[in-house]
């Protein structure tokens, strides 16, 4: 299954969810394969299955069961994605459109592309290929932090003590 999700904030992305219709309507994917959460998008999907929002639980559900993830670059989308081993496609929501107040997205995807953690693309044009790539490339694993950081606390609280 491919997973699309759009985020949470008020913001349309109505280019990429056009962009998943006329792939599908083309069978260059199939309908079945598809599920978006479309936000406050107002294009309504009219070849796949959608809804506008997805509770914490149903968002991991569908992360779990999908293979490729198609997101904006919202960093939450993109490391749930990742955690899981999941092929993920960034896109950036782009001012110009109406789709966020900035560009900041580009800057998140950029960094996420260029530690080959995701594929990114800037074109909605160049979805149907990224569509084909990815399945074929093979991505770096994510490496929680975590417990690097408490440890390093750990030591630095310890010698304040003593």
Do not use: W
Request: net charge negative.
């Amino acid at each position: 299954m491919i997973f699309v999700t759009v985020g949470s904030q008020k913001f349309q992305f109505n280019r990429l969810l056009e962009e998943i219709d006329r792939l599908v309507e083309e069978h260059k994917i199939g309908a079945d394969e598809v599920f978006a959460q479309i936000g406050y998008s107002t294009y309504q999907p009219r070849l796949y299955r959608f809804q506008k929002f997805l509770n914490k639980e149903e968002f991991l559900e569908k992360i779990e069961a999908c293979t490729i993830i198609i997101t904006h670059g919202g960093t939450g989308s993109i490391i749930n994605g990742v955690k899981r081993g999941k092929k993920v496609i960034g896109i950036p929501r782009m001012m110009e459109y109406g789709e966020h107040v900035d560009n900041h997205q580009f800057e998140i995807i950029e960094q996420f592309a260029n530690s080959n953690m995701i594929y990114s693309i800037v074109d909605i044009k160049e979805l149907e290929e990224a569509l084909v790539t990815v399945t074929n490339l093979s991505f770096r694993k994510y490496e929680s932090n975590t417990e690097n950081i408490i440890n390093i606390l750990n030591e630095y609280l310890l010698k304040e003590v003593n």
